[in-house]
């Protein structure tokens, strides 16, 4: 009897033990194998959010590359080394080439009138920099890459328009832009089916953050709805190629670019922290396209960034 008991208790203490052992594996998910892993899939789509902060942007660009600076690396990108028509994009290695040519004081004649522009007025090229990036003037490229490729110590018999081309595709040899080539300084369709430049997006964004790093003063006029420029003989009212200036926040600088073979092209940079600055670039996209893609981008690395 006595042992018939002392069996009883002892199978209600190992009960008891088994009881209290299934209640702690339990709290502890020990048994779990499908909770770890579950656990496993959320964690890596929290480390994955960036990505879909734009993923359902629905852009109408064939083209994107978004840069960080600071890190030197992308943060999202869509056939980002694609060649494409780069329209005026084009300018910002035309300012880029002038500005480490000539001093920027050096006066520049108008050689064709245009809407704002008159033959014969004379620009300091700092100022037509700013007013034909700002407005994407065509002529103001042109007078530009005339008094550039005269100057030229190293120019050869070809016009002055064909020594500065050159000097653009060399720098962009240099900086290490293997998407991109110029054939003219405006960026201007050449014909139906030939295109002023091409480049990639991710060509782009290096090249604007090359122009940001060592020549930031050619882009600070970008940043603005519009300016009043002058020249020797007027004063113009230069406004902003870019309809979304004031939709972005902490602009630092843009350029626009619109041909029929390139579509709607826009490159931008701003900041979204202190000293956070970011590079945009959208090809390939329609006239109204190319800015609200480009605010869609800046609103996601807003997004992501404020997490």
């Not at 990505?51 to 869509?78: C, Q, R």
């Not at 016009?159 to 054939?183: C, P, W």
């Not at 050619?218 to 020797?232: D, F, G, V």
């Amino acid at each position: 009897m006595y042992s018939e008991e002392r069996n009883s208790l002892i199978a209600v203490v190992v009960l008891i033990f088994i009881g209290i052992f299934i209640l702690v594996a339990s709290m502890l998910r020990i048994f779990s194998p499908v909770d770890l892993q579950e656990s496993s899939v959320a964690k890596s789509l929290v480390e994955k959010q960036a990505t879909n902060d734009f993923a359902n942007l629905n852009l109408e660009a064939k083209a994107v590359y978004v840069f960080d600076v600071n890190t030197n690396s992308p943060i999202f990108s869509i056939n980002e080394n694609a060649q494409l028509p780069l329209a005026s994009l084009t300018k910002i290695m035309t300012a880029l080439v002038a500005i480490d040519m000539i001093p920027d004081f050096t006066l520049v004649p108008i050689r064709k009138s245009d809407i704002n522009l008159a033959k014969g007025e004379k620009w300091n090229l700092k100022d037509l920099i700013e007013y034909t990036l700002l407005v994407s003037s065509n002529d103001g490229a042109n007078a530009i890459a005339n008094v550039v490729g005269v100057l030229d110590p190293l120019s050869s018999s070809k016009t002055a328009e064909s020594n500065f081309v050159d000097r653009m595709n060399e720098k962009a040899g240099k900086i290490g832009l293997g998407q991109t080539y110029f054939l003219n300084e405006s960026g201007l369709d050449v014909n139906a089916k030939v295109s002023g430049a091409y480049g990639s997006a991710r060509d782009v964004a290096n090249l604007f953050t090359y122009a940001l790093k060592h020549h930031p003063e050619i882009i600070e006029a970008t940043k603005y709805e519009k300016l009043s420029l002058s020249s020797k003989e007027k004063d113009h009212n230069a406004v902003n190629t870019n309809k979304s200036i004031n939709n972005i926040p902490n602009i630092i600088g843009s350029k626009t670019g619109y041909t029929d073979l390139a579509g709607g092209n826009l490159v931008i940079s701003f900041d979204a922290g202190i000293e956070k600055p970011i590079v945009v670039v959208v090809l390939g996209s329609t006239d109204e396209g190319r800015f609200t893609d480009a605010e869609k981008l800046a609103q996601a690395v807003l997004k992501d960034m404020n997490k």
